[in-house]
């Protein structure tokens, strides 16, 4: 019994690959270093929106929120609240000139937040590149309501 080794089988579909004209272009089809860099510049440009990660927990003082922003700063990032609203938009933009390997991106989330939100207890720092937002609670006394019968 004579057994085939997975280098040989890829070396055979390599061959039959390249036999058909796959893998290699011919030397008139290889695109100019220009052409490349405008390819890759605009696959820079169409990550530049991305959703972040996000954590919520609820206590019973507090609700928090927690979004991974990562290469933003705090200038870059703006927070509004309406309506039970919370909206975080954030635009980083980078200087190519300065770094290369920097890309340039934009943010939009919305929240919307319960009803025993207090709009005036809403804090947010930025630490890490973690987004934190947390939001205090109005106090909801339990209140019995009693149930009449008219009979």
């Known amino acids: 019994m004579k057994f085939?080794?997975?280098?040989?089988?890829?070396?055979?579909?390599?061959?039959a690959q390249l036999s058909e004209g796959f893998l290699l272009p011919t030397m008139g089809n290889f695109p100019t270093f220009n052409e490349l860099e405008s390819h890759f510049n605009q696959i820079r440009s169409d990550?530049?929106?991305?959703?972040?990660?996000?954590?919520?927990r609820t206590y019973p003082e507090e609700y928090v929120i927690q979004m991974e922003v990562p290469g933003?700063?705090?200038?870059?990032l703006n927070l509004s609240f309406k309506n039970f609203n919370l909206l975080v938009e954030g635009e980083h933009k980078c200087d190519d000139e300065k770094d290369r390997d920097c890309l340039s991106k934009s943010i939009s989330q919305a929240f919307y937040l319960p009803r025993d939100v207090n709009p005036d207890k809403i804090e947010s720092t930025l630490e890490n590149g973690i987004l934190t937002i947390r939001s205090g609670r109005n106090e909801t006394p339990e209140k019995k309501i009693s149930v009449h019968s008219n009979n």
């Open 4 to 15: 085939i080794s997975s280098g040989s089988i890829l070396t055979c579909l390599l061959a």
């Open 47 to 56: 990550m530049t929106s991305f959703t972040p990660t996000v954590r919520s």
């Open 72 to 76: 933003f700063s705090s200038n870059e």
